[in-house]
Structures are given as C-alpha cells and as structure tokens.
C-alpha cells in the first residue's frame, strides 16, 4: 500500500521537481536570472501586457468560435457548414507569423492601424478561432442521434435539447479545442511584438537581434510557463464544468 502511494506521488511530483531543476539550470546557466532581476519592472510590465494579449484574444475566440460552431449544426445552416469547414480548415494551416503579417498589411484597408496592441489581438484571434468552431461542430455532430430522439420524446424543446444534451455530450470535445486554441494563442503572442503589440516577444527579439541568449532565455521560459499555466487551469476547469457522466463516459472509451 505504501509503495502504490510512493507511486502516485512519485508520478505527479517528478515531472513537476525535473521541469524546475530544469528551468533554474537554464537560467543559471545563461545568465537569464540576473537579467530578470536587474530588470524586473520591465519583466512584469511585459508579462502584464503578455497575459492581456492571451486573455482577450481567448475570450472572444471562445465566444465567437462556440457560438459559430453551434450555429453550423443547425438545420438552417447545414448547406453552408461544409463551405465554412473548409474554410477553417483552409486558415488554420496559415503559419503564425503569416497571420501577423496579415493583419499589419490588412487592416490598414480597413481604416484601422496595423501597428499596435488592437491589430495583435485581432490577429492572434483569428488565427485561435479556428480549432475552437472546428470542435465544437464535431463534438455536437457527434452526439448520439438516440439520445437526441429520447430527449425530443421526452418533450424537450430544441433549445433545451441544444442547452442539456448535445452542448454537455460535446463539452470535451469543445474543450479540446480550447485547449489547442489556448496554446496557440501563448505561442503566437510574442510575434505579436513586431507589429507592436507588445509582451515578452520583445526580450525574445531583442536577445536574437543582440545574439544575447540570457536575454532571449529570460523571454522564452516565462512564455512556455504561462503556456503551461493555462493549461494547467484549463484541466481543472475541464473537471467543473464537464458532467460526471460524461467524464465517466470518456474514462470507459479510452
């Protein structure tokens, strides 16, 4: 019994206790830590405006790619579905950087700059966008269509049905997609410096334009850890809001 409990512990604290070891050599060894250090307003100031570009860029992906996927799977909508499918599919093999590019040479023709922290979180948007409508449709095409009949038998309006079945059968299949989005979104934000938008991107590029690692160490680390705490925080969240059943369900698949 002791040893099973040595296991579990051993399995959820050397990952943990080898990625900080890790993390701390490398910022010995490249001198990062006391670059962070002599320059920690700045630090924080870019890991603020790094953390802003993420959140609001989430957010409306989140709303905009759920509410879309949904309406996809409507009957209104199922002849343009495929049309819009494929033009997901189409811009998500657009790399970051093409993306960022786009929106710097876009949006002036829009009337709106192509430099600053608006034509970023418009950029790192679209380019998160996609994955989030691509699950969300599959995860509710893919409900059981008896399940879909019981509950209209049982007297259940199209909404309800939309509200209590298919969006709660869907859900870990939509949070896959939030998950892909999200970590889309944190390692895009620092291209996001060249058009002027900010975040840890700029210590990034400032290290490889000066050929100085620590500085361009002290920029990538707390990229990859925010991108770890994200999903870290989305995992929890995944066991929230997703129903037990559910959850259950998915354990006896796997």
């Given at each position: ?162 509200l209590q079945v298919e969006l709660p ?85 796997v």
């Open positions: 019994m002791l040893i099973r409990i040595l296991l579990q512990l051993s399995k959820k604290v050397l990952p943990i206790a080898v990625t900080v070891v890790f993390i701390a050599w490398l910022y010995r060894f490249y001198g990062a830590w006391d670059y962070t250090v002599s320059n920690l307003p700045e630090f924080f100031k870019l890991v603020y405006e790094h953390f802003i570009l993420v959140i609001i860029s989430m957010a409306c992906a989140v709303t905009v790619g759920v509410t879309l996927g949904t309406m996809m799977t409507r009957k209104s909508m199922r002849k343009v579905a495929p049309v819009i499918m494929a033009v997901v599919n189409v811009w998500q093999s657009v790399p970051s950087l093409g993306v960022i590019a786009l929106a710097y040479g876009f949006l002036p023709f829009l009337g709106l700059s192509g430099i600053g922290i608006v034509p970023a979180l418009i950029a790192l948007f679209v380019h998160a966008v996609a994955p989030i409508v691509r699950n969300t449709y599959a995860g509710i095409e893919g409900v059981s269509k008896d399940v879909i009949e019981a509950a209209t038998g049982m007297g259940m309006t199209k909404a309800q049905i939309l059968n869907a859900m870990p299949v939509i949070a896959g997609g939030v998950r892909t989005s999200t970590s889309i979104i944190v390692g895009t934000a620092p291209l996001a410096f060249l058009i002027g938008g900010g975040g840890l991107g700029f210590w990034i590029f400032t290290g490889i334009a000066l050929v100085d690692m620590s500085i361009m160490v002290a920029g990538a680390i707390p990229v990859a850890l925010i991108a770890m705490l994200f999903d870290y925080c989305l995992s929890l969240s995944e066991r929230l809001i997703i129903s037990r059943g559910v959850q259950a369900e998915e354990i006896k698949v």
